[in-house]
């Protein structure tokens, strides 16, 4: 129930006409760098699970920083513990056949950093899963700052089925998988002449999974009945490669717990507030982790128990709208190809529709280098 | 100063008394012949210097010429006559040897009144009378008589058994027969005086005796006449008003409140003393001219809320004729909504509180709207570019009169201006009206009925309507007795209404209305029992209702569900008692106590927490009703408040003083500015009254007989169970506030500094003040903080503050203002470290307030043009030309922080990031001085 938000508008009714937004960088406002940040859940799910440990970076200078070398652990309460084993840097996972979450039990997390300060979750209680009962999309138009046009895209909701308990929190991990294709096949490669390449699209389709960046949340507390409706989560705008071939979304709904819901929800009401003429203050959040010798260091991230309910949907590209991403442009000028250094050969080489040599740079090519892998996920279902 | 002169000069004859302090007679000064040839002006500084003679002039009147001398040594007045009869000038001397400089016979008609200002020369009033008979206020008329006369009060018969008596009398304009309320009757052998109450009502008891009385008011020249006090009596006053004033922005707490009252931490503003005062979007606003006074701060322009010293903006209490406004604010907080031109003056309080006063810890904002002229009908109204306003007034037979003023806003063209069409199609409207009746039945009586109304709306297509609403109506009854005793009883009615749809997220939106009622009754009796002691004593009770409303959704496809808020009411009275001691000459004590009570009543259903434990949803034990009538919890608390005031010579004084105070209502609100969409609420079974006590001391002085005033104050501030709120709190849907409520303790220190020039052709004032605000929230019990129990500042907490105000007379036509505004920058929450959580880029936030925004600082400049100063016209019309904002300095309102691609990117908005011109015109029916 967002009131402010609606005020920045106003703002420009009124002052339209002065006021002004404009970069602008505070002096050296670094401080509370070196945090110990804490990143994972388990879940209903079978395992293996894992958390990542990390450290705070600072403003002028945002970076993930692994922190490796502490002993993770993970207890019930029943009393069973596992010792997580860290598979890269930072990165600490339970066994395949280790621990397994289930709903009703509640969970710890302990971390024993290697300067020998202890860090403890208490414990936190898996909550039950609440069914998703159905995902979509829909295209959609939406308006668009930086475009003077609106950007087409699928627009993804969400339906939860009904909460029997009065109120759910729920917090939805999104990953998306999409199919794409490189600009250019590979026929022929070139280092002084030209040889045909064998197989022209072998690095031409790839598929890419990832997070999606953005926080989706919401709670049950206010409705009645208790079910989320048509809620929508992430937008899929045409403006990249997502769309170009099939995309899969997999919506992961976590039940978690108030307290966790509370920590994500500042997180997500600070950025969506600032800015705004009517904000409110903007303060540090600290999760559920705590220092037990020194009750006041501050610590970032929460680790949660969630209730997860998956489902998966694909989408084929929609058709009747305009894509907006850049493609690479195919050069035909033989004279630059011929200037490429043979420390550099072997260049991938395609063909224009009239038969002319054309190069480009390496990822017009390799689909891999932006991201994808050639190998279809085993979940993956092709389309039509 | 005793002696009296008189200029006789043709028909229309008028008396002058020279109250002047010039030495002795000048006549036989024989100025060199290094005076020839200078020009006028010069030729008169000059003389002024080498002589110590005294000149008054009219300056704009005086002709462009170059003295020219004969040769033989003359005196001044035969080298002035010589070369200024012919240009239609007289120059007189008077007993004292000051030299006056006239239109021949024109006086009466020409000479502006400036011309005596500075030498405090005075006029009567033609119809002032003086009584020597048993009816006392039937005086003899002295109309025609031009020799200057102590005005003998009673008779000896009469006081014969008695020392002392008392003079009483009404103090009126000449021009218009108002009351002039708060107008101070001084006298001077005994540094003592009085002030007018709302009737324009004065009364003093003094030994029997002659005494030298002036007489003086805001808006009126100050008037010196000499009494003969044999038994009591009455001596009615007519002031004459500053016409041609050059002094148009003296906020007074003028000379006599600043040295010689108790009063401290207390300023006045009348609507014309800031004519000139700098506009933004040409709206005159005379609240906001309190932003400019020392002690007073904002979170930031655009908000209508008053921080003052150190307090939350909801410790301040703003009525108008009684009348509480629980919503100060236009269009979001850019325009106050009060219509200047219906208002005659307000009164800020924020050091001593008079005991009268009671229910909020920092400060009463008393505003006065004006009565209505009683001697005929007039209009002026007010065009700028935002709004345009009309206010008419007159007599209603002869013992009432009236006032009516209206305000609208005509913006929803600007916003048709704009491009971005969500703008353009959105509707933005503000009006606001006053209404105000008085009769006097007898002089005895008077009844004062006032309404006053304010509305908003503001319609943002797609996202939401918001409308809001002051209502409210007084009626009040003032009885006077004719021995110092007066009687008020006041009947208040105030209501706020909120309301709002909000479709931003479809699948939340969501409709409430909120509403607030204030039902007030008060009585006050007050009389001078003997000449050192004046009693005030009182009582008042106000009934609080508050309608949270109910939240519905607002459209089919919401998923809202309805939630219904009990209603919630209170009863808080208080009783009151007060004394002003003058203990001697020089030191004059005052102060008084208040017993305050509040309940807070049924129906309502209360929840029960767990002992010292928060006060969270999982810790409600149980739930207990109450039905109505049954008082759920009731808090008693009593206010002190002592002031004292030392006489340190004739110029100098210093004051101290203590005060606590009780408040039982404050506003929910969680932003860094108060929004208008925040509500009130009432302290209840678990949020407890806020408590504040203050400290000040403060010196006062008055350099070079009043030339300059300085003043400076003192404080230390402390509030206990300030009301806090917890991080991420949400108030609108909160069916328990008390989860999202926090208390904790306000400590606030400040010192102030204030240097005013009153009068000359420049006056204006100057202030510094530095502050500091800290709150901490640190409950041991429960385990409840903020900030992780550190202390933080506040949000308002603005350590140096700097404010110029300055006005300079060009001539009588055009007159040019500005002021300079600094302050060191709010404090913020900047994020300042960053991490990851699921691949999301999260910002980590520093304490609460660790950091500045950038210092604050605006030039404002406006240039008054007055329309011909043809005394038969049918209306007068003056154009102000204002630029807000004059170096276009992009102040920051605010810095936030933005990831994007990756990349963190700071902003700075700014709300007047450029200078805003504006030009406003305003008339008003007859010449400039009516």
């Known amino acids: 129930m967002r009131t402010k938000k609606i005020i920045i508008p106003a703002l420009i009714i009124l002052a339209g006409i002065t006021a002004c937004i404009d970069e602008y960088w505070p002096g050296d406002i670094t401080k509370y760098e070196d945090l110990l940040v804490v990143d994972g859940y388990i879940s209903n799910e079978p395992g293996p699970y894992t958390v990542k440990l990390s450290i705070s970076a600072g403003i002028n200078d945002p970076r993930y920083l692994p922190l490796g070398g502490a002993e993770v652990r993970i207890t019930d309460d029943n009393g069973y513990n596992e010792l997580l084993t860290e598979i890269e840097d930072g990165t600490y996972k339970t066994a395949d056949d280790g621990i397994q979450g289930e709903a009703g039990t509640s969970y710890k997390l302990t971390i024993i950093r290697p300067d020998e300060r202890v860090y403890e979750s208490g414990f936190q209680m898996l909550r039950h899963p609440l069914a998703i009962d159905s995902l979509y999309a829909k295209l959609e138009f939406h308006p668009s700052e930086e475009h003077a046009y609106n950007l087409a895209g699928y627009q993804f909701y969400i339906t939860t089925e009904n909460a029997e308990h009065d109120s759910s929190y729920l917090f939805w991990d999104l990953i998306e998988t999409y199919q794409y294709n490189a600009d250019f096949t590979i026929e022929y490669l070139y280092d002084g002449g030209y040889t045909r390449f064998p197989k022209p699209d072998s690095l031409f389709t790839c598929w890419r999974t990832g997070n999606i960046e953005n926080m989706f949340l919401y709670t ?157 996920p085993d979940f993956w279902i092709d389309g039509n | 100063m005793r002696f009296f002169i008189q200029i006789g000069l043709l028909t229309g004859c008028i008396l002058m008394f020279s109250v002047a302090w010039s030495q002795t007679g000048q006549n036989g000064v024989k100025p060199g012949s290094e005076y020839d040839g200078l020009p006028i002006t010069e030729f008169l500084d000059k003389a002024e210097k080498e002589y110590g003679v005294s000149f008054y002039y009219d300056v704009d009147a005086l002709p462009d010429i170059e003295i020219r001398m004969s040769g033989d040594a003359q005196t001044l007045k035969t080298i002035l006559n010589a070369n200024l009869n012919r240009n239609g ?16 016979g024109k006086i009466k008609t020409s000479i502006s009144n400036e011309v005596f200002k500075e030498r405090q020369i005075i006029r009567p009033a033609q119809e002032k009378t003086v009584s020597e ?168 322009e655009g908000s209508a809320s008053f921080n003052v010293r150190g307090s939350p903006a909801d410790q301040n209490l703003f009525f108008i004729n009684n009348v509480p406004v629980y919503n100060t604010s236009h269009f979001l907080g850019f325009f106050s909504s009060f219509n200047s031109n219906a208002i005659e ?63 609208t806003t005509y913006s929803d063209w600007v916003l048709g201006l704009v491009e971005n069409p969500d703008i353009r199609d959105s509707e933005a409207d503000f009006a606001d009206f006053i209404g105000n009746f008085t009769i006097r039945p007898d002089e005895k009586n008077k009844l004062n009925l006032f309404a006053y109304h304010s509305y908003d709306h503001l319609d943002l297509v797609e996202l939401a309507k918001t409308n809001y609403k002051n209502t409210g109506a007084s009626l009040s009854w003032d009885h006077f007795w004719n021995n110092n005793k007066k009687l008020n009883v006041s009947l208040i009615y105030g209501n706020y209404q909120f309301g709002q749809e909000n479709s931003e997220l479809d699948l939340a939106a969501y409709k409430h209305a909120y509403e607030l009622d204030h039902l007030e009754l008060k009585a006050s009796y007050s009389w001078k029992i003997s000449e050192q002691h004046d009693i005030e004593v009182g009582v008042n009770s106000i009934f609080y209702r508050l309608d949270k409303g109910d939240i519905l959704p607002l459209t089919e496809t919401s998923l809202i569900s309805k939630r219904t808020f009990e209603k919630e009411r209170g009863v808080e009275s208080a009783i009151y008692l007060g004394d002003s001691w003058d203990v001697s000459d020089k030191l004059e004590l005052s102060g008084g106590v208040r017993f305050n009570t509040y309940s807070y009543l049924g129906p309502k259903t209360v929840m029960n927490y767990f002992e010292n434990a928060p006060k969270i949803k999982s810790n409600i034990t149980d739930t207990t009703y109450y039905s109505s009538g049954d008082i759920i919890k009731t808090y008693n608390g009593m206010d002190y408040r002592i002031a004292a005031k030392l006489l340190l010579g004739k110029s100098s004084s210093v004051k101290a003083g203590y005060n606590r105070l009780h408040q039982y209502i404050f506003l929910l609100t969680n932003t860094v500015s108060v929004s208008p969409s925040d509500l009130w609420k009432l302290s209840d079974y678990h949020i407890k009254p806020m408590t504040g006590d203050q400290y000040s001391v403060g010196f006062y002085t008055d350099i070079w007989g009043g030339f300059l005033e300085v003043s400076m104050e003192a404080y230390y501030k402390k509030v206990k169970d300030l009301v806090e709120y917890k991080d991420g709190a949400e108030f609108l849907i909160n069916q328990l506030p008390e989860t999202d409520i926090v208390q904790g303790k306000l400590d606030a220190y400040g010192i102030e500094l204030m240097i005013r020039k009153p009068y000359g052709r420049l006056n204006g004032w100057m202030n510094y003040t530095y502050s500091d605000a800290t709150i901490e929230v640190e409950n041991e019990i429960t385990g409840e903080e903020n900030n992780f129990g550190m202390p933080y500042p506040a949000n308002y907490d603005r350590p140096h503050a700097f404010n110029l105000v300055a006005n300079y007379k060009i001539s009588k036509r055009f007159n040019i203002s500005g002021a300079v505004v600094y302050a060191t920058g709010r404090p913020i929450t900047y994020p300042t470290s960053v991490y990851y959580q699921d691949g ?26 007055e329309g011909n100063l043809l005394a038969k016209k049918l209306a007068h019309g003056t154009f102000i030309l204002s630029v807000y904002n004059l170096t276009g300095r992009k102040n920051a309102y605010s810095v936030y922080f933005k990831t994007e691609d990756n990349k963190i990117n700071g902003y700075k908005l700014s709300i007047f990031g450029a200078p805003i011109p504006s030009i406003t015109y305003s008339f008003k029916l007859g010449n400039y001085a009516d």
Not at chain 1, 313 to 322: A, C, F
Not at chain 2, 89 to 104: C, H, P, T, W
Not at chain 2, 856 to 861: E, K, N, Q, S, W
Request: charged content about 25%.
């Open chain 2, 133 to 300: 008979e048993e009816k006392p206020d039937e005086f003899a008329e002295t109309e025609k008589e031009y020799v200057s006369k102590t005005y003998t009060i009673g008779n000896k018969k009469e006081g014969a058994k008695r020392s002392k008596a008392t003079l009483s009398g009404y103090i009126t304009s000449v021009e218009n027969n108002e009351p002039l309320i708060n107008a101070t009757i001084y006298v001077q052998e005994l540094q003592k005086g009085t002030t007018t109450n709302e009737n324009g009502h004065y009364s003093i008891t003094l030994k029997k005796g002659n005494y030298t009385l002036i007489a003086k008011s805001v808006e009126t020249k100050e008037e010196k006449f000499r009494i003969n006090l044999l038994s009591d009596g009455k001596l009615d006053l007519k002031l004459e008003p500053q016409l041609f004033m050059l002094n148009e922005i003296v906020i007074s707490s003028e000379k006599y409140h600043n040295v010689k009252g108790t009063q401290m931490g207390f300023e006045k503003i009348s609507t014309r003393e800031i004519k000139e005062l700098p506009m933004v979007l040409g709206e005159r606003d005379i609240i906001k001219v309190a932003h400019l006074l020392p002690g007073v701060l904002s979170v930031a």
């Open chain 2, 345 to 407: 003056e307000f009164t800020m309080y924020k050091g001593n509180i008079p005991v009268n006063y009671g229910g909020r810890l920092s400060s009463f904002f008393d505003i006065k709207a004006n009565e209505g002229k009683q001697d005929r009908f007039s209009a002026r109204g007010e065009i700028s570019p935002i709004t345009s306003g009309a206010v008419v007034e007159g007599p209603i037979g002869e013992k009432a009169n009236y006032m009516a003023g209206l305000r």
């Open chain 2, 840 to 865: 999301i880029e999260i910002l980590n936030y520093s304490l609460r307030n660790e950091y500045r925004l950038p210092d604050y600082f605006r030039i404002d400049l406006s240039i008054k043009i």
């Open chain 2, 89 to 104: 000038f007289d120059v007189s001397v008077d007993a004292n040897g000051n030299i006056f400089i006239l239109k021949s």
């Open chain 1, 220 to 376: 049950t507390e206010n409705l009645s009945p208790p079910q989320i409706k048509n809620f929508p989560i992430n937008f899929v705008s045409t403006q990249t490669k997502r769309l170009s071939i099939r995309y899969s979304m997999l919506a992961k709904q976590l039940s978690i717990s108030k307290k966790a819901y509370d920590y994500w929800n500042n997180i997500n009401e600070i950025i969506d507030d600032q800015g705004s003429l009517y904000t409110s203050q903007p303060f540090q959040i600290r999760g559920n982790i705590k220092n037990i010798n020194d009750e006041n260091e501050p610590v970032l991230g929460f680790f949660m128990a969630a209730g997860v309910d998956s489902k998966r949907i694909y989408m084929d590209r929609p058709d009747g709208v305009d894509f907006h991403y850049g493609e690479c442009y195919a050069d035909t000028d033989p004279r630059y190809l011929e200037a490429i250094p043979p420390g550099l050969w072997p260049v991938y080489v395609t063909t224009t529709e009239s038969g002319m040599y054309a190069y480009g740079a390496e990822t017009c090519f390799d689909c891999r280098l932006v991201g994808g892998t050639i190998n279809k």
